[in-house]
């Protein structure tokens, strides 16, 4: 599930779709991934592949509530929105010396009914918010050592910027790529690892925002910037510094009980690399940062159940945890369950239902 606003939204978390996009692997069917990591996403090309038909489509309807929601007093903090994915596959088959894959295309939106106060973002309230269309081929396996069930793929693609948060962020696209490795030697428990990288491209070298005009007033500016920050008649260079990598890492276990029973957990860390400042000794305290990356970390634990229906979903329940490692004092946060700062949402209780057609 995935938070559209709150104090994630300068991070990468907020109502996070806790399923993965992709069913294709057992670990993606139980929705151990963040799908809201692009450098996560596998494409579905496992062996889901050898079905007749090559045309899929995953469709998942979620919703998260945070754990501040139910907070006394005035350390309640609600928040509670929905979100709806939908996926797109075909098989690709293998020719010569590459072997088959698998190409998707995806996107999702997400409605926020209720968001905390403390979040900044109340405007969003109430409106759909459209996610990025993520493009991806996938490699179900480059290498596999049978006897070990040790199996190594790839996945590479990129994102159309058509939400509104990399609409602002002035971002082009996202490229990616990831390698991930599942061994399954110890059923009914599989483990994959991911480790993957992703580059963004922006369409300018200094992140601007365009200042707009008040209806009722002509003169008035509804975004309003310094004069020194203003560049040309209708824009404001933003402060802050973008993202240009970012490397992330995602271990994930799955364990399959048995009469459609299935529990798992996952961890991702993920550090994104700011772009170089230009060097100004001058305008530098003595107190400044001069830290060139952030950290963010997503923690998982679910149970879902697959109907012997093949027309019913796949239902799934899910605690997940996202955001900073670390509190503004220092301290680390539990990776599944923010027990420090509870009011700030960083902690989910979701429930999804998942299609696959």
């Known amino acids: 599930m995935r938070l559209k606003t709150g104090p994630f939204a ?3 978390f907020t109502f ?13 069917a139980q929705g151990l991934l963040d799908p809201n990591d692009p450098n996560n996403a596998l494409g579905g090309a496992g062996d889901s592949q050898a079905a007749v038909f090559p045309l899929s489509a995953n469709v998942i309807l979620s919703n998260s509530v945070g754990i501040g929601t139910f907070m006394p007093e005035y350390q309640r903090m609600p928040s509670w929105g929905t979100g709806l994915t939908l996926m797109m596959g075909v098989n690709v088959p293998g020719v ?21 106060f403390n979040g900044g973002n109340n405007a969003n309230l109430n409106q759909p918010m459209v996610g990025d269309v993520r493009a991806l081929y996938a490699l179900g396996s480059i290498w596999r050592i049978a006897p070990l069930k040790l199996n190594v793929g790839w996945s590479g693609g990129a994102s159309l910027p058509t ?3 990399s609409r602002y ?15 399954s030697g110890l059923n009914p428990v599989s483990v994959i690892w991911i480790p993957s990288f992703g580059y963004n491209v922006y369409t300018r070298a200094t992140p601007l925002t365009q200042r707009m005009n008040s209806e009722e007033e002509a003169n008035a500016f509804l975004v309003v910037c310094r004069p020194q920050e203003v560049l040309g008649e209708n824009m ?16 994930a276990l799955g364990y399959g009980i048995g009469g459609g029973h299935s529990v798992g957990m996952s961890l991702t860390w993920s ?10 000794p001058e305008l530098q305290s003595q107190y400044a940062s001069d830290q060139n990356f952030t950290e963010s970390m997503f923690g998982s634990i679910n149970y879902n159940y697959v109907f012997k229906n093949p027309l019913a979903p796949v239902l799934g329940f899910a605690l ?19 027990h420090i700062t509870p009011s700030n949402n960083l902690t989910q209780i979701g429930m999804n239902l998942s299609w696959r057609m």
């Not at 996070?16 to 993606?28: D, I």
């Not at 962020?169 to 061994?183: C, D, E, K, M």
């Open 10 to 12: 300068l991070s990468w």
């Open 16 to 28: 996070c779709f806790l399923f993965a996009v992709s069913f294709s692997t057992p670990l993606q």
């Open 96 to 116: 010569g010396v590459v072997p088959r894959g698998r190409f998707n295309l995806a996107s999702s939106i997400s409605v926020p009914w209720l968001l905390a």
């Open 163 to 165: 939400s509104m948060r």
């Open 169 to 183: 962020n002035n971002l082009a696209t996202t490229l990616r790529t990831a390698i991930p490795i599942s061994f």
């Open 236 to 251: 404001c260079m933003r402060r802050g510094r973008p993202s240009d990598y970012r490397l992330s890492n995602t271990i």
């Open 271 to 280: 550090m994104g690399f700011l772009r170089a400042l230009s060097e100004a």
């Open 320 to 338: 997940s945890t996202g955001g900073p490692p670390y509190t503004p004092t220092g301290e680390m946060r539990f990776w599944f369950f923010d």
